[in-house]
């Protein structure tokens, strides 16, 4: 089950029925299914003290992504701020929404097993988000 939820800011306006459906389809077509996904959206202050808390880090981010996978079932938590989003769709110039969804997809496939720290691999994660982008353009 893929849940959506809030602490401190708005819930953003996604099509929750269309956005599930694309996170089934993604992971299927990485040979996985949908356990139990759990998207929080918050504040850069939320992901701040999550990324201080959980994982020693001492910056913001726009996603952290907890992973409790096992097998060929993705299950996880994370955590999307809406602030970095936005200051990073502005940066980029391309619209909220796009953005938005780009890093939703993006934990996904990081449960999916593809990394982005590691040489190489950011090229490989921007590539799997925007063939995943695309299908969901095509939904």
Request: glycine share 6%; with cysteine.
């Amino acid at each position: 089950m893929i849940t959506y939820q809030t602490d401190g800011v708005k819930m953003p306006q996604i099509k929750r029925r269309n956005i599930t459906a694309w996170i089934k389809k993604v992971a299927a077509n990485h040979g996985r299914k949908v356990g139990d996904v759990a998207y929080v959206f918050c504040s850069d202050d939320k992901i701040l003290e999550v990324n201080r808390d959980y994982l020693q880090h001492d910056y913001y981010t726009d996603i952290i992504t907890f992973d409790y996978c096992e097998d060929d079932v993705i299950s996880g938590d994370i955590f999307i701020s809406l602030d970095t989003v936005r200051s990073n769709s502005e940066q980029l110039a391309l619209p909220y929404e796009q953005e938005l969804h780009r890093v939703i997809i993006h934990g996904i496939l990081h449960l999916c097993g593809i990394d982005d720290k590691g040489e190489g691999e950011r090229e490989v994660m921007e590539a799997e988000e925007n063939t995943a982008l695309g299908i969901y353009n095509l939904m």
